[in-house]
């Protein structure tokens, strides 16, 4: 059983502290790979656990209830928002290019449902969750109760990976079945109001196809599986006391969130591609 | 000249200090004890304005500082330094920059001749060789030497020392109490020093205030806290776990 | 388990600590704009912080932006091709990049790399005492620490902005050209046409600033009001990003709607 932490220590101190530009590019290269190598690693024993191992049901359901409802207010709050902000804009550029409003609603949900609702979702999770996981991993590490625990034979991937991982699979699905919900409101709201297209209008499911629902909950899987697996892996690479912990947080909540907008790339462009 | 008035401080419903009344001469090197948690750096703190004190007076060279805005307090902080106990240097700076800041700001230095002062004054505490160091590097004596250089910058004729050796081997201590002495024989700086250091009290005070259940329970010379009859007192500076004293 | 879901009390939780976080920031905002007016503020720290932010969040942004780029030209595709329109892509992309997906997204990788760090860094300086010490030093505190890393935070967030869209348009054209078929000059033509103008650029660079606004605000805001130790630090760390994030969008809608 590897030790992660230990792993990427060995691997810095063997490159030479070198300051040129190519030296620095490739050190990013090696330190990205190696890395890309470790996160890999997390998921791979993960869903061993997983299929294995038995799973403390009462843990997943308090991780679902950290995940999933302490950020009810944020994700409402941003998501109705977001509602508002795409049909103010889509409407006006509608107005200005093709001046009719019937299809906005249709267009609306087709994005809604193909990439606003998980995108957004998962945005929002990767810097509240991922920072919390992060620190919370973290902050075992530098106070040495990670070695206390592998000391106890339990392996911190069983114990404290799995249960947030299958927490955050079933809680973004939720949470972007609800902000659906909330931003179809917001939407017809402020259609309403600004644009004066009646809700009836608004509601046009017609331009959602199975692949965008497939689209969605594929983004869906994909981002609630990436953000617990990176900021894991962040929390369990902190080194430094303290003030590792606090940049282990910060690289938890980037690299969440840059894997959430590449995820979104790729599922989009295959999707796009799959089902022209 | 500085002197205490009938200071009292409460947090909440904790009362601190009741009523703490003495004064303290130009160039001496001044102890204030006491147990721990017994109200001393909330005493010291308040005379530089980082606590303000609920009732009573703090009298700096006349002034009435406890009455002071944060504004005003500026003048009082360049005349009256303070080392704190856990040193407090800035992590983001080297030794050399942390000395150099009060330069910068207070004497309008430019950044070079800023850095070459601190030099001076960090070789001044035999720190010069670390001067490109940060302070996470440092051992905690020389952390606290760094620190005292960097009060001494702006040459204030008061000096405030939170338990300087609180934290230190004996040797690094008692290099710190030499140090304080010096201070105040040779430049004629007023110390305040706050501890419970026995070996320090004994060793460099000129006078001695001790703090217990929030007032001086005595003022006077090493001379007369070592003859005094008073249980508390002896309890207090032979370091008995047994007696009167509450803490 | 007693903390089951209740509606009401959360939401009455969420707008108790909405407004104290309101009235913080907005002291803040007065001492900083005090000192601002008199253009109080250290030079060195100023620019030290600049290369901080600005210039170490340069990969961060520009992979953002590229892959942002790239995604908005899979989400316009469809909708153009409905249309029959193939041309007006660069259009469609476009315009949301500029006005919204641009700024926005900046925005938040900015406020996770630089707001929490800036957090991080000011909570550890105010639990070690390290504020005190400035103040001790008859240094103040906000002129040297608080306005120069707003500013700085401000300014990164509009040049990030401002390359961000830049490098997002580049990404849109080759990926319409690698997806859709569309020539990276017919994605230019329709950038450069009637639909779009100068407005659409403005638009998103003054949100950009804006949003530095709020994300400086509220990092120093939580950074410098941190209070029991370590575990104190890492829960500001936690707000700001999150405080960061629905200032985003909640100003971004009111700033559209304003600019309209």
Redesign the interface.
């Given at each position: 059983m590897s030790a992660t932490s230990n792993a990427s220590a060995e691997t810095t101190n063997a490159l030479p502290a070198d300051d040129g530009l190519a030296a620095s590019i490739g050190r990013a290269v090696f330190e990205s790979i190696h890395s890309t190598r470790e996160v890999y690693g997390v998921l791979v024993r993960t869903l061993y656990y997983i299929a294995r191992a038995r799973t403390d049901r009462d843990a997943v359901i308090r991780q679902m209830y950290e995940i999933g409802n302490r950020s009810l207010f944020l994700l409402t709050v941003v998501i109705g928002f977001i509602g508002m902000i795409f049909v103010l804009q889509a409407g006006l550029q509608m107005q200005r290019v093709i001046p009719d409003l019937t299809m906005l609603g249709a267009s609306f949900m087709e994005l809604l449902v193909r990439e606003l609702a998980p995108t957004i979702v998962a945005l929002m999770l990767a810097t509240r969750v991922g920072a919390g996981i992060a620190a919370e991993i973290g902050s075992m590490v530098v106070t040495e109760q990670i070695d206390a625990l592998r000391m106890c034979a339990a392996d911190p991937i069983d114990y404290l990976v799995k249960p947030r991982f299958i927490a955050c699979l079933l809680m973004t699905t939720v949470l972007t079945l609800w902000s659906g919900g909330v931003s179809v409101a917001s939407g017809i709201v402020t259609a309403e109001v600004i644009f004066q297209v009646t809700p009836r209008t608004f509601w046009n499911l017609s331009l959602v196809h199975a692949s965008d629902v497939a689209t969605g909950l594929t983004k869906c899987i994909a981002y609630g599986a990436a953000i617990p697996i990176v900021s894991a892996h962040c929390g369990l690479s902190t080194f430094g006391g303290s003030e590792g912990v606090g940049s282990a947080t910060t690289r938890a909540v980037v690299q969440s969130s840059l894997a959430v907008i590449v995820l979104n790339f790729i599922i989009s462009s295959t999707a796009f591609l799959v089902f022209k | 000249m500085i002197s205490f008035r009938n200071v009292s401080k409460s947090f909440g419903t904790k009362s601190v200090l009741s009523d703490v009344s003495f004064d303290i001469e130009n160039g001496e090197v001044f102890f204030i004890i006491g147990a721990s948690g017994v109200g001393k750096s909330v005493l010291i703190k308040q005379l530089?304005?980082?606590l303000r004190p609920d009732g009573g007076d703090i009298l700096l060279d006349g002034d009435e500082v406890s009455r002071f805005d944060?504004q005003a307090?500026?003048?009082v902080?360049?005349k009256c330094?303070?080392v704190?106990q856990?040193s407090?240097?800035?992590?983001?700076m080297t030794c050399l920059e942390n000395v150099a800041?009060?330069l910068?700001?207070?004497r309008g230095m430019k950044?070079r001749e800023a850095l070459a002062a601190a030099r001076d004054r960090l070789e001044q505490v035999h720190m010069h060789e670390f001067g490109d160091r940060y302070p996470a590097e440092l051992g905690d004596g020389m952390k606290k030497r760094v620190a005292i250089a960097?009060a001494l910058t702006l040459d204030p004729r008061y000096v405030l020392f939170d338990e300087p050796t609180t934290s230190l081997d004996l040797v690094s201590a008692r290099r710190v109490d030499k140090l304080i002495r010096e201070l105040a024989d040779s430049l004629g700086v007023t110390c305040i020093v706050v501890s419970h250091d026995l070996n320090s009290i004994f060793g460099i005070a000129t006078r001695i205030a001790m703090l217990y259940k929030g007032q001086v329970r005595l003022l006077g010379t090493p001379a007369d806290f070592k003859g005094t009859s008073d249980e508390i007192i002896q309890q207090f500076i032979q370091g008995r776990a047994q007696g009167p004293m509450e803490t | 388990m007693s903390k089951m879901f209740s509606p009401i009390a959360a939401a009455r939780e969420g707008l108790f600590g909405l407004a104290a976080t309101l009235g913080k920031m907005g002291i803040v905002a007065g001492q900083i704009g005090r000192r601002l007016y008199r253009l109080d503020l250290d030079h060195e720290e100023f620019w030290r912080n600049m290369y901080k932010m600005g210039v170490k969040s340069v990969p961060i942004v520009l992979l953002t932006a590229l892959f942002t780029g790239a995604t908005m030209v899979v989400q316009a595709a469809p909708i153009v091709q409905r249309y029959g329109a193939n041309q007006l892509l660069g259009w469609g992309a476009g315009f949301g990049i500029l006005r919204e997906v641009g700024p926005i997204l900046t925005a938040l990788m900015i406020s996770g790399r630089v707001g929490a760090n800036n957090t991080a860094e000011l909570g550890t300086m105010t639990v070690t005492e390290q504020i005190d010490a400035l103040r001790a030093l008859a240094i103040d505190p906000i002129a040297f620490l608080i306005v120069p890393r707003f500013v700085a935070i401000v300014l990164t967030l509009f040049f990030s902005t401002l390359y961000a869209d830049a490098v997002a348009l580049v990404g849109a054209a080759y990926a319409g050209k690698a997806l859709v078929g569309v020539e990276p000059i017919t994605f230019y033509n329709a950038l450069t046409s009637d639909f779009m103008g100068i407005a659409d650029v403005t638009n998103g660079l003054v949100k950009s600033v804006i949003f530095g606004i709020a994300i400086g605000l509220a990092s120093c805001t939580f950074g410098m009001g941190v209070s029991g130790g370590a575990p104190g630090v890492g829960r500001a760390v936690n707000a700001t990003v999150v405080a960061s994030a629905a200032g985003i969008f909640v100003v971004d809608y009111f700033v559209s709607f304003i600019l309209i």
């Open positions: - | 530089v304005g980082l944060e307090m500026y003048a902080r360049k330094a303070m704190f856990h407090t240097l800035f992590d983001s800041l009060p910068r700001k207070h950044p960097r | -």
